[in-house]
């Protein structure tokens, strides 16, 4: 119905931000570099997709965190796409590092934010933090602003889209969360702390500014479909180079 049909063209935004994203960022020498890409079974959660990528930082790191690792440094990241539901786990490559870990959950619901128990019935732990992100009116890093993706100021050509004034999630219909369940852990005494909530705002500000610029990109994916190579998943490829994502119409493809 309507719910599948919004929640596949969130699908196709967010492959077509990440590819862009990624693209732009390996331009600068950062990025992310796909290591293994392929379909997977799982009893549980069927059929998905597998994608190991490294993920460069170097630049990305505070200087009290670039004094303590090396020059080419990255963090390896594991994902398993069954979506709507899909597990992303990352670990440092350095051996001479702590333990370091993320653990990310990712559901979509058609609501607005009220489901408490999306990840399960078990009750909070007391350090769990509910954040709630608003696309079009939480601030984001000065450095990561452009006016033509501010939600606020956009409105989609394609789509007539767009100008999401304060207020706008109790006024929008249809509309769609994406929850994300993400667990930081770095046991090290003295910096366990500043790390674990760095990496959680570093989280953040990269769901918010991927979210802007799906939604403000959306006349460059829109009425497009994923590939399918002819086996049994399709391919959904997520590279640092643009030329990784297949998405396509009926005349063009994105190669």
Same mark, same amino acid.
Request: net charge negative.
């Given at each position: 119905?309507?719910?599948?049909?919004?929640?596949?063209?969130?699908?196709?935004?967010?492959?077509?931000?990440?590819?862009?994203?990624?693209?732009?960022?390996?331009?600068?020498?950062?990025?992310?570099?796909?290591?293994?890409?392929?379909?997977?079974?799982?009893?549980?959660h069927?059929? !998905?997709?597998?994608? #190991?990528?490294? *993920?460069?930082?170097?630049?990305?790191?505070p200087?009290?965190?670039?004094? &303590?690792?090396? @020059?080419?440094?990255?963090?390896?990241?594991?994902?398993?796409?069954?979506?709507?539901?899909?597990?992303?786990?990352?670990?440092?490559?350095?051996?001479?590092?702590?333990?370091?870990?993320?653990?990310?959950?990712?559901?979509?619901?058609?609501?607005?934010?009220?489901?408490?128990?999306?990840?399960?019935?078990?009750?909070?732990?007391?350090?769990?933090?509910?954040?709630?992100?608003?696309?079009?009116?939480?601030?984001?890093?000065?450095?990561?602003?452009?006016?033509?993706?501010?939600?606020?100021?956009?409105?989609?050509?394609?789509?007539?889209? !767009?100008?999401?004034? #304060?207020?706008? *999630?109790?006024t929008?219909?249809?509309?769609?969360?994406?929850?994300?369940? &993400?667990?930081? @852990?770095?046991?090290?005494?003295?910096?366990?702390?500043r790390?674990?909530?760095?990496?959680?705002?570093?989280?953040?500000?990269?769901?918010?500014?991927?979210?802007?610029?799906?939604?403000?990109?959306?006349?460059?994916?829109?009425?497009?479909?994923?590939?399918?190579?002819?086996?049994?998943?399709?391919?959904?490829?997520i590279?640092f180079?643009?030329?990784?994502?297949?998405?396509?119409?009926?005349?063009?493809?994105?190669?």
């Open positions: 119905g309507l719910w599948k049909r919004y929640r596949s063209s969130y699908r196709i935004g967010q492959l077509y931000m990440i590819s862009k994203h990624s693209h732009e960022q390996s331009e600068r020498g950062e990025g992310v570099e796909v290591v293994q890409n392929e379909p997977y079974d799982d009893p549980e069927g059929s !998905g997709q597998f994608t #190991e990528k490294r *993920i460069y930082l170097n630049n990305k790191l200087s009290w965190a670039r004094a &303590v690792v090396p @020059k080419i440094f990255y963090v390896t990241e594991k994902a398993w796409n069954y979506y709507p539901y899909t597990i992303t786990g990352n670990n440092t490559f350095c051996s001479f590092l702590p333990k370091f870990s993320i653990h990310i959950e990712s559901k979509y619901e058609d609501n607005k934010g009220s489901n408490d128990n999306i990840f399960g019935s078990e009750p909070r732990e007391e350090e769990t933090e509910v954040c709630f992100v608003d696309i079009a009116c939480d601030e984001i890093p000065e450095r990561h602003y452009k006016e033509s993706e501010d939600l606020r100021y956009f409105k989609s050509k394609k789509t007539d889209r !767009g100008n999401l004034q #304060e207020g706008w *999630i109790n929008q219909d249809p509309i769609m969360c994406s929850y994300k369940l &993400v667990t930081v @852990k770095f046991e090290v005494w003295g910096l366990q702390t790390v674990e909530q760095f990496v959680h705002k570093v989280i953040r500000d990269v769901l918010l500014l991927g979210h802007r610029q799906a939604f403000a990109w959306v006349d460059e994916w829109i009425g497009k479909f994923i590939k399918d190579d002819g086996q049994k998943n399709k391919k959904v490829l590279g180079r643009f030329n990784h994502l297949e998405i396509c119409n009926e005349t063009e493809c994105i190669n």
